[in-house]
């Protein structure tokens, strides 16, 4: 393609009026959306209003404002981006301390299985966090397989089935529906890790019969960095399972400030502590961004900017190591080269900011809310440049940071 069809094909995008909500830096290409969204223009004034008038002038007034119902409205804006009910998704906490929370609930709820599978090559945290999870429930293990050995693994002794829908590294993505009827199918729950799809992909929990799910809010929903969790779980299932992190906004009536715990009917029984507000408003502010968008717009674009992307990387001789079926995959895209890293620097130096994951991997964030394909022309055009005429690439560094 070329910048001229790329200008064209940008001219009648359904989407790109929303590239104006975001305050993008000038010359730089963004293409690492899918580790931290960029800031939308709408939320710094939200910020302001919420320090300037809610918390400086109302103060604690505030709480009887809006304040106290966030994480219940906004987990119920959440829970049309990703296929849930209104009342089955709350936001709170981390994604680390919601996967916590519902793989030791799931594992209290039956003593007779004892046995989480996940994936080996799984994003670290819920593997880190399952260890620790296990070592609270009594003769409770993990047992992580590759990926073409979870089915096999899968058995009677089975509590819970701990998946990551897209994969981060390379894009696979599970058949949540496939894979939630057949861990039910041995009697097992299942949990679902949305951090790199939701508000992506099209989601639907409800028609896929899942059980559990977690996501983070600063990838796709553009909450800020280290924006506020959300966890999803079953109406069936929410009065049958115990919040193990018991803090007094899960209880029933918080309060009354009795000294036993009781918990909430319903999804609010999964909250913990008090609501972190700068950090939710920033959330909300990019949840109802994201929910003015037509999400068959979104996956078409999706599509589109990965084939764009891959035939590029195909002509200078790069290997996609992401799946080509759109049905397959997320919405990033990865290269595999044995100098990935001193590429993604040299990228960087030239205004294209993608990343890097161990040990070769060159991955591209496609986000198609503020993405052009003139954006990706040009960034194809940089990274043609960098491999014929420098040879000489910076040296790899053993102490690299990058975040997920």
């Known amino acids: 393609m070329t910048r001229d069809e790329a200008r064209a094909r940008d001219a009648t995008d359904p989407l790109r009026h929303f590239r104006q909500k975001f305050a993008l830096p000038q010359g730089v290409i963004y293409l690492d959306g ?13 910020i302001a209003d919420m320090v300037d008038r809610q918390w400086g002038d109302r103060l604690i007034r505030s709480w009887n404002e809006g304040w106290i119902e966030a994480p219940h409205r906004i987990g119920s804006k959440i829970a049309r981006l990703i296929g849930a009910r209104p009342d089955e998704v709350i936001v709170t906490d981390s994604t680390s301390v919601n996967l916590f929370k519902l793989i030791v609930a799931a594992l209290r709820l039956d003593p007779a299985r004892s046995t989480i599978v996940s994936e080996l090559g799984n994003f670290p945290t819920d593997l880190h966090i399952a260890e620790g999870a296990v070592g609270c429930v009594e003769g409770a293990r993990l047992r992580a397989v590759p990926r ?58 409800a028609a896929s019969g899942a059980d559990l799910a977690i996501g983070c809010g600063y990838k796709y929903l553009n909450g800020g960095p280290g924006a506020p969790a959300y966890l999803y779980v079953a109406q069936g299932l929410q009065q049958r399972l115990g919040n193990p992190v018991s803090g007094w906004m899960g209880h029933a009536a918080p309060f009354d400030f009795g000294d036993d715990y009781v918990p909430a009917p319903g999804i609010a029984r999964w909250l913990t502590g008090t609501p972190p507000m700068l950090a939710i408003a920033a959330l909300e502010s990019g949840v109802d961004l994201m929910l003015e968008a037509d999400p068959a717009d979104i996956a078409a674009k999706s599509a589109g900017l990965f ?36 590429l993604c620097q040299a990228l960087i130096a030239e205004g294209v900011i993608g990343d890097f994951r161990d040990p070769d991997i060159l991955r591209f964030g496609l986000t198609p809310l503020y993405l052009g394909y003139e954006d990706l022309v040009i960034a194809g055009e940089k990274l043609a440049d960098i491999l014929a005429n420098h040879r000489h690439l910076a040296p790899e560094f053993s102490n690299r940071y990058a975040v997920t």
């Open 307 to 342: 084939d764009l992307m891959a035939s590029m990387g195909d002509a200078l001789g790069l290997e996609c190591i992401s799946p080509r079926d759109p049905a397959l995959r997320g919405s990033h895209i990865s290269f595999r080269h044995p100098r990935a890293y001193a």
């Open 148 to 205: 073409d050995e979870i089915a096999e693994a899968i058995d009677s002794t089975t509590a819970l089935l701990l998946l990551t829908h897209v994969h981060y590294k390379s894009s696979e993505r599970f058949d949540m529906a496939a894979w939630t009827a057949r861990a039910h199918a041995s009697g097992a729950l299942v949990l679902w890790d949305l951090s790199h799809s939701a508000g992506a992909l099209a989601i639907d929990l």
């Open 34 to 46: 899918n580790s931290l969204g960029p800031l939308p223009r709408a939320t710094a004034p939200v």
